[in-house]
């Protein structure tokens, strides 16, 4: 990727770690952060489970985007075993903090668009809330053509990112036809999920229920959750 996308990333970054010191935004002791992340995780495995997915355990997964390894800890709860856990991000004190946090599995820092791996090594690609922070459509593209790339012919990839966050400038929301621009000639499965941030940590400690109710509406649900998969060739 560009040296100014680069720099700007880790600006971004650093400027949200700074606002955030000392919150509890993230923790799951926050009663808003935690339903939305047990929700997704409950999308995300229903998902799973419709593409003949039940279990993790000799799946071998790559994190585009892992910051500091959140996500694929979260898939070790699910089975996955360490080892077969990769993941890449373009920034290096976050690759470090992630190898650091989980040494058993495997980071490096690397660009998107030329990712360090054979191609076809990979079952499951996973990206969360990485595309939405780059504003180039062509870096975006060779991105996504690059996951494709090493994703096994009988692979999937996981997208979980937001079509709408007007709270931050610096970001872009993705749409399903988007989406589709950037992973032609594949399968879609769309999931519209994780009711707004901003309405869920005003409700969240006061009604779990009203939450799940809003969220089962979809209107204000800010994300897609996606299944994305090679068609068989004819």
Known sequence: MSHDLKTFLQD??????????????????????????QQRQRQELALLRRHDIDHLKDKR?????????????????????????HGVDLIHDRVVGAQQRFPAMQFTCADGQRLPYAAASFDLVVQYTA???????????????????????????????????????????????????LFPGCRYDFRRVTLAPPLTRKLAARSWMLCLLLEKLRLLNTHYLVIIQKQEPH
């Open 12 to 37: 971004e970054y650093a400027h949200r770690e700074e606002r955030l010191s000392g919150s509890d935004l993230y923790s799951v002791f926050n009663p808003a952060y935690l339903y939305m992340v």
């Open 131 to 181: 595309f939405s922070s780059i504003l180039d459509d062509h870096i975006k593209a060779q991105v996504a053509q690059d996951m494709r790339r090493v994703l096994r012919p009988d692979g999937l990839i996981l997208w979980y990112d937001f079509w709408l966050n007007p709270s931050n400038p610096q970001t872009r929301g993705i749409r399903p036809a988007e989406i589709k621009r």
């Open 61 to 85: 997964i790559l994190e585009v985007g892992c910051g500091r390894g959140g996500i694929l800890s979260s898939l070790v709860s699910f089975g996955a075993r360490q080892h077969l856990l």
